[in-house]
């Protein structure tokens, strides 16, 4: 008998497709049908009534539910912007420079990331009463940026461990300043690690819902809050939308950036 050359399925690579099957079913099924049902006639997502562009239409018209998009949308970029800013600068100061309290720092910043989110909910309101902030736009940008800035030092930090020294070093040598050596070495080696945790950040502050609900006025409200709310009476329309446009930035974003990111390169 000849051997057969066609490569046989055993049992145990069926059964290893089929678990990645379901595992990317389990993940990316609820996406899908999330998407389709924003275009259901349909109000209820359970019976497929036609394709229709009509809770599109009542979207741009829901003023309440828009603000409080763009609201997140504007607090999510400059609490993203300004805890990678700091936060690179944080990661910085704790890998090249050598001062008293250079632990402590690092602890501090490990003990923000572990604490659960309703400790630093209730932590940031005691502090804003104590110190007379009105709770609302600044009292939310303050506490975004406090706890995405952990995740920025530790994701910049990583980056900076993985640094050869050899080229810090030659270019103190050949005569380039402090500020030379982050402009020309440092930071364009540093873009992939920036990138990622303005991400991170932007994300981090576009879906909280536990700290912002403690630490917002009832003059601004954010997406999270007023979905949250929308949800207790059932699943609207209009949240299918927002959330499908919502997918659809995050994706943009995901591809443009390491595009930008691979043409400076």
């Not at 609900?213 to 999270?224: A, Q």
């Not at 299918?240 to 400076?264: D, E, G, H, Q, W």
Request: glycine fraction near 6%; proline fraction near 4%; include cysteine.
């Amino acid at each position: 008998m000849i051997p057969s050359n066609k490569p046989v399925l055993s049992l145990g690579s069926g059964l290893r497709w089929l678990f990645i099957a379901g595992v990317m079913a389990f993940l990316y099924l609820p996406i899908v049908v999330l998407v389709v049902n924003s275009f259901n006639e349909s109000k209820y997502g359970h019976k497929w009534q036609g394709f229709s562009f009509k809770w599109y239409e009542k979207l741009w018209h829901n003023d309440a539910l828009l603000e409080a998009f763009f609201n997140s949308l504007t607090v999510a970029t400059l609490s993203a912007t300004c805890a990678t800013i700091l936060g690179t600068l944080m990661a910085l100061a704790v890998y090249r420079y050598r001062f008293r309290f250079r632990q402590s720092a690092s602890a501090l910043i490990f003990v923000v990331l572990m604490s659960p989110d309703i400790v630093l909910a209730i932590t940031f309101l005691i502090v804003f009463m104590a110190l007379g902030i009105q709770l609302g736009f600044w009292s939310l940008l303050i506490a975004h940026i406090t706890f995405c800035l952990p995740f920025v030092v530790i994701t910049v930090y990583s980056q900076l461990k993985g640094f050869d020294g050899n080229l810090l070093e030659a270019a103190q040598d050949l005569g380039a300043k402090e500020s030379q050596v982050f402009r020309l070495v440092i930071l364009p080696l540093l873009r992939p690690a920036i990138a990622a945790s303005w991400l991170l950040s932007f994300t981090l502050s576009l879906d909280d819902v536990i700290i912002s609900s403690f630490v917002t006025g009832p003059g601004f409200e954010i997406l999270p809050i007023r979905v949250f709310s929308m949800v207790k009476v059932g699943v609207s329309p209009e949240v299918n939308v927002l959330a499908t446009l919502l997918m659809l930035i995050s994706l943009v974003v995901v591809i443009i950036v390491p595009l930008l990111l691979r043409r400076k390169t």
